[in-house]
């Protein structure tokens, strides 16, 4: 990666959409004011698309049939995204979704799709389940562990609670990867804290750039995204010409809002090669360092159509 890069993190209401219009109009303001205000790489959060489920049969009451629910109509959002990208010239990683494995086992996994202005895109599903989503709602993981080479760098996606777990980072790191998205949805400040700490951490242990995009507000309607608590940040490492606490940019906590920030790419290599310390280089050294998960690449940068990633 290089060259400098507006970020736009959000911090995304969940609303009770009336129709399917409703949806577009909203997706699209989001994104005319981001683009309006520079950015060229759109974030936003976990189970963001769950508003989609007040459209259903049951107003989004029924936690289960929201699942599929959703899952069917992600094609059309995906067209959206896919559209808007090519529209406006940028990188937009969509809120996740429950996605229906088309395979025998009709299970869903948790979604985030990353579309390219060229018309090419590709997913990242979520590795490590919450006990929510693996005791109440029955949403698995899903695989492989990716990152994506795009016309802005080669991009990493840690869903959430993913973003805790160190090895996930670090084998997208190793692949070459030096900004990693977290989309998130967290219902009380612990939960958004957890995955706060583990993204400054990443940035940290890793040397890169970490953006964080939560859900915001309050949803009684909702059984799976009733109650949202966060704010989105921009996180790196504690370095020469980075803040001392490793902020960039920090959004106002449960506010409905974009956040920005312009990051400089080429100043992570900087700091890989010579740092006040140098963590990327050193994790090898640790004791028990082990072995890291596969890491397959996708590329979103020709123009060749969609990648389905």
Not at 192 to 201: A, E, K, P
Not at 211 to 240: E, M
Request: aromatic fraction near 6%; charge should be negative.
């Amino acid at each position: 990666m290089s060259g400098l890069l507006r970020i736009a993190a959000a911090q995304y209401p969940i609303d009770r959409l009336a129709d399917w219009a409703a949806y577009v109009a909203k997706i699209t303001d989001w994104v005319e004011r981001a683009v309006a205000d520079g950015a060229q790489l759109l974030v936003f959060p976990e189970y963001g698309a769950m508003e989609l489920a007040a459209l259903d049969g049951t107003g989004g009451a029924d936690l289960a049939a929201s699942l599929d629910s959703v899952s069917a109509l992600l094609p059309q959002v995906d067209a959206l995204h896919a559209a808007l990208a090519a529209r406006h010239g940028v990188h937009i990683l969509a809120a996740s979704a429950p996605c229906r494995v088309a395979d025998a086992s009709a299970r869903h996994v948790n979604r985030a799709r990353l579309f390219a202005p060229n018309g090419r895109h590709g997913h990242q599903d979520k590795q490590v389940m919450t006990r929510f989503e693996n005791e109440a709602w029955g949403v698995s993981s899903g695989g492989p562990l990716r990152v994506f080479d795009t016309a802005l760098g080669r991009i990493g996606i840690a869903i959430c609670y993913d973003s805790e777990f160190p090895l996930i980072a670090r084998a997208m790191v190793q692949a070459g990867v030096q900004l990693i998205l977290v989309p998130s949805c967290t219902d009380t400040p612990h939960g958004y804290w957890r995955v706060r700490i583990g993204c400054q951490s990443r940035a940290l242990e890793s040397q890169c750039y970490v953006i964080q995009s939560p859900t915001v507000g309050d949803a009684p309607w909702s059984p799976a995204v009733d109650v949202n608590r966060g704010a989105a940040g921009v996180f790196a490492p504690p370095d020469h010409g980075m803040p001392a606490d490793g902020v960039i940019a920090l959004g106002v906590m449960d506010a409905a809002q974009w956040l920005y920030a312009d990051i400089d790419l080429a100043h992570i290599a900087t700091l890989r090669a010579d740092g006040m310390v140098l963590n990327a280089r050193d994790w090898a050294a640790q004791p028990g360092a082990g072995d890291l998960p596969l890491v397959e690449v996708v590329d979103l940068r020709h123009n060749e159509g969609s990648q389905p990633g």
